[in-house]
């Protein structure tokens, strides 16, 4: 079964750079069948998919045209875990933010999620 | 960027009644790219219907997907009392995901 466990700040200055992390148990970031994605979630906006990475002989990522050029989806293999960094945030920014996998058992859904982080953007 | 529309935006029904929800898209999608989750206050989604009719791992019988081209369905046979909760739609499509914007089932 596989856990994934979310950690980061709950509160962000306008402009500056929100930072979560999300550590895997019973599965590899390095894994050949999953993606790790981060998906937020806002009264304003709803469920909206970010981004991911994934690996498959080398690594590969996706982004959102809605946050591209503003995010980076990092692996890190030495601590099975990945991490969201999303610069020059504004208010707009706040949600909830999840880690979810995808990939195992359909490619196209999301199976396992974290337990999500509450993010304020606020001064 | 395909469109979810999901409806109604509430579903006011008892325990033991049928429950049918309703996601349609602005676009065609292919039916292994349609997903639905269930998600209850403070919790993460949760995964019920893949490929618009495979159940996930541990899901129930009495959920159910249909559906195909524009227009899919969750049917729930026989509301439990944990299955109050709101429902999403997703699809995926040009290398990204977008979901409806829920359909609550509260308890009448």
């Known amino acids: 079964q596989v856990l994934l466990h979310q950690s980061g700040p709950g509160l962000v200055k306008p402009s500056q750079t929100l930072s979560l992390t999300c550590v895997i148990s019973?599965?590899?970031?390095?894994?050949?069948?999953?993606?790790w994605n981060w998906i937020r979630q806002s009264p304003s906006r709803g469920l909206e998919w970010l981004g991911r990475?994934?690996?498959?002989?080398?690594?590969?990522?996706g982004y959102a045209v809605s946050v591209e050029g503003r995010i980076t989806i990092n692996p890190d293999t030495s601590k099975n875990q990945f991490s969201l960094h999303l610069n020059s945030v504004t208010p707009e920014d706040t949600a909830v933010y999840y880690c979810?996998?995808?990939?195992?058992?359909?490619?196209?859904?999301?199976?396992?999620w974290g337990q999500g982080t509450l993010v304020t953007v606020s001064s | 960027e395909n469109v979810l529309t999901q409806s109604p935006g509430t579903l006011s029904l008892s325990p033991g009644e049928r429950a049918t929800l309703s996601c349609r898209a602005s676009?065609?999608?292919?039916?292994?790219?349609l997903a639905w989750y269930q998600q209850k206050p403070g919790q993460a989604p949760r995964l019920l219907i893949y490929g618009a009719s495979s159940r996930a791992t541990g899901i129930p019988d009495r959920f159910s997907g249909s559906g195909s081209g524009t227009d899919f369905t969750l049917t729930i046979s026989r509301l439990e009392p944990e299955d109050f909760a709101v429902y999403y739609c997703?699809?995926?499509?040009?290398?990204?995901?977008?979901f409806g914007q829920g359909t609550k089932v509260e308890i009448k």
């Open positions: 997703q699809q995926y499509g040009s290398s990204s995901w977008t």
């Open positions: 990475t994934y690996y498959r002989s080398k690594w590969y990522d």
């Open positions: 979810a996998r995808g990939g195992y058992t359909s490619a196209f859904s999301f199976d396992s």
């Open positions: 676009q065609r999608i292919s039916s292994n790219y």
């Open positions: 019973g599965d590899s970031v390095s894994s050949n069948s999953a993606a």
